[in-house]
């Protein structure tokens, strides 16, 4: 050992040890180097396949050229930086030379892109990092009047580091002054609790020490997750929802985590979330959960703290939605409590009880309204539900069958199905449902990306239920529910009653896998893209994509205000027509065109639908105003916007309660139920429609078709 160590000191040696070492720092340096290679070859493959599949298989492919190139341009920049903060109007320019080279990357040219901007981008993040740290670092002025726009779709780039320092300055004194102006006003309310009481100065540090946390985190999490990898998922989700806003692209690990969340087994909330700009979001309420039976919670509402029932509330600032998660799920039966941010501005407090989300609770369900001397049975459908896994299996059309038996039993005159906030589902549900309500007949047509239309028709004669019939929707009733209103109002077999127009999702989605399988549940090495490749048309004719379908009776909603339709999607598909479908309208023994106009009529001189209308077109403008930073100012402001929503809030209540049972058959769900927290669950719900302004007002049209005097109408075709 020893002679060992002399020879390694001698010239020899040495030479030796440097061969050694530059041997090993070779094949580290060519290991390193094939799987960088090997990276950007897998990167590219997925690019070059994704690019493929959209411009062969989707239903209405955009020309992937340099037109398309400069939209996927401008929308990737705009994804990373979506206020304008992070990049210089310079840096823009030095990333133009790639604005019309995208086109050739996703057709197999080296990827160049992406790696360009992120070299920028980690520049300017260290930049914004320096920069909001010392900006916070001094208190606020809010005696000065300026002004901010939150949500500024039309701001440009940033000329000047100068200019970028100003609008980063009002972004995080806007976000100051939110949180203390809402210290200010705890204070107000806890004047007599002299231990509670701050000095201003201190609560303006304490939001500033806030916003500084959320801050730190949200950029600490770019740093350590938003990683090359994400980074060039993005990417590819830029270039899919360009072709259409339900295209979308699902990486493994998020192809992953979406199916453990679509399985319900885990104890939460009910809602599916998303992160954008740093928020978490809502993005969808599963139907049945928590969160649905709150009547709270909707797309697009932020989710700003949580709290383990009475504990100190986080704020979740910079967490992204795995980390988010974590804190809304827990122990079932235990409390969490939610910050909410409305899409109007206004926050509140939501306490939740975690639950198991339930799947019989998503089911049909029925109750009688007693109104006058008349018995009108009213249904919820929340999904058009199919379990095609198992033999026994719940399907909404037998459930839905179900329902009206008991309802015939009970006598009633006429029927209310509720399809508000129905995201759709089984188109096969669907037929079967409208074919009981009309018979023999078309229901749906469905046409390809070569324009082949197809008819599908339900070819049982009998009907199930042959008596009056109003269909609630409203702005989130999309897709399977779109398809059944719409068959409904071409028969002319029921009313349709609601909102302005439903959401105007008439595309037709289906999963396509990329690379090998990696394992039996169907995830393979690259993911999953999820591609529109049908579209849905009217019997009539017309589609249901982007316009929806337009109530026959239309009231003023507190929610038409909102831009959450599919119209409101600039890369939504467009609306067309095809042909009819040949079909006969209902035997109805009414003037239905008279009927309607008065209906209509009474709408327009109805006293409470008016304030509504008035108050959310108000909140309409409104939303996208300028929001002031001073105080004074700011508080105003927010006082007229609290005021608005809570008057809209009052209106939609009845002040006095439906007359509502519920049937013999269904006594035991709600009153005796071995599950007492069910029980009580559907207690709530029911004590919950009964003050519902809007289904009081549709039974009140049920009432007035019975009511209606009788006339023999012609049959159309």
């Not at 580091?161 to 300055?169: F, M, N, P, S």
């Not at 407090?349 to 049909?364: G, K, M, N, S």
């Not at 702005?475 to 399977?480: G, I, K, L, Q």
Request: proline letters at 3%.
């Amino acid at each position: 050992m020893q002679k060992f160590l002399q020879f390694m000191k001698s010239t020899k040696g040495l030479i030796l040890m440097a061969i050694v070492l530059f041997g090993c720092l070779f094949f580290a340096f060519t290991r390193n180097g094939g799987n960088k290679e090997n990276y950007i070859n897998q990167k590219q493959k997925l690019l070059s396949e994704v690019g493929s599949l959209l411009e062969k298989q989707h239903y209405s492919p955009q020309i992937i050229n340099d037109a398309f190139s400069k939209k996927v341009f401008k929308k990737y920049l705009e994804e990373l930086d979506n206020d304008k903060t992070l990049f210089l109007q310079s840096d823009i320019n030095l990333l133009k030379k790639y604005e019309i080279l995208l086109d050739d990357e996703i057709h197999g040219a080296d990827i160049k892109f992406v790696p360009a901007v992120s070299l920028i981008y980690d520049q300017r993040v260290t930049e914004i990092i320096h920069i909001y740290k010392d900006i916070l670092s001094r208190p606020f002025d809010f005696s000065v009047n300026e002004s901010i726009l939150p949500e500024d779709d039309k701001a440009e780039y940033t000329v000047s580091a100068k200019e970028r320092l100003d609008r980063i300055r009002k972004k995080l004194k806007f976000k100051t002054l939110e949180l203390y102006s809402e210290m200010l006003s705890q204070k107000e309310k806890n004047k007599a609790d002299t231990s509670l009481q701050k000095p201003d100065s201190i609560l303006e540090k304490d939001a500033r020490n806030k916003v500084l946390k959320g801050m730190d985190r949200f950029y600490e999490r770019i740093k350590v997750k938003f990683t090359e990898d994400e980074r060039f998922n993005t990417y590819i989700n830029v270039i899919t929802n360009l072709m259409d806003p339900h295209t979308d692209y699902f990486p493994p690990v998020e192809k992953r985590a979406f199916d453990e969340m679509m399985s319900n087994r885990f104890y939460g909330i009910g809602a599916q979330l998303t992160e954008q700009d740093g928020q978490i979001k809502i993005a969808n309420v599963l139907s049945g959960g928590p969160a649905w039976k709150s009547g709270e919670l909707m797309a697009n509402d932020i989710i700003l703290k949580v709290a383990q029932g009475a504990e100190t509330p986080v704020d979740l600032a910079g967490y992204d939605v795995t980390d988010a998660v974590k804190l809304i799920r827990g122990t079932k039966g235990s409390e969490v409590r939610l910050t909410i941010k409305k899409q109007n501005g206004t926050i509140k407090v939501l306490t939740l009880i975690r639950d198991e989300i339930v799947q019989d609770e998503a089911l049909a369900r029925s109750v009688i309204i007693n109104k006058g001397n008349e018995k009108i049975g009213y249904i919820l459908l929340q999904d058009f539900y199919a379990d095609f896994e198992r033999a026994n299996g719940a399907h909404c059309s037998e459930d839905f069958a179900k329902e009206v038996e008991k309802l015939k039993s009970e006598n009633v005159k006429g029927i209310i199905l509720d399809l508000r906030f129905n995201g759709g589902g089984s188109l096969y549900e669907v037929v079967q449902m409208v074919g009981m309500l009309i018979g023999q007949g078309p229901v749906v047509q469905v046409r390809d990306k070569d324009g082949k239309s197809s008819v599908l028709s339900d070819r049982d004669n009998s009907v199930l239920y042959d008596g009056p019939l109003a269909v609630m929707v409203n702005e989130e009733s999309a897709s399977a529910s779109e398809i059944f209103a719409a068959a409904i109002q071409d028969y002319k077999r029921g009313i349709i009653v609601g909102s302005t127009s439903t959401y105007g999702k008439g595309t037709v989605q289906r999963n396509v896998p990329l690379g090998r399988p990696t394992d039996m549940s169907g995830n393979t090495e690259y993911g999953t893209v999820k591609l529109t490749f049908q579209k849905f048309y009217r019997i009539n004719g017309g589609a249901t994509q982007l316009k929806g379908v337009t109530p026959d009776i239309i009231y003023p909603d507190i929610y038409d205000y909102l831009k959450i339709r599919e119209k409101d999607n600039t890369s939504a598909l467009p609306w067309d027509e095809i042909a009819k479908s040949p079909y006969e309208s209902w035997h109805n023994n009414f003037d239905l065109a008279t009927f309607l106009k008065k209906e209509n009529d009474s709408v327009s001189s109805n006293v409470q639908f008016n304030l509504i209308k008035n108050n959310t077109e108000w909140l309409g403008k409104n939303m996208d105003a300028s929001i002031s930073l001073n105080l004074e100012k700011y508080k105003e402001q927010q006082k007229a916007l609290r005021s608005t929503v809570n008057q809209n809030s009052e209106l939609i209540k009845l002040k006095k309660e439906m007359d509502m049972e519920v049937m013999k058959f269904d006594k035991d769900k709600f009153f005796n139920n071995p599950d007492k927290s069910k029980s009580d669950r559907y207690q709530a719900w029911l004590k919950s429609i009964k003050s519902d302004m809007y289904i009081n007002f549709t039974a009140k049209i049920i009432s007035d078709i019975i009511a209606a005097p009788v006339q023999t109408q012609t049959t159309s075709k």
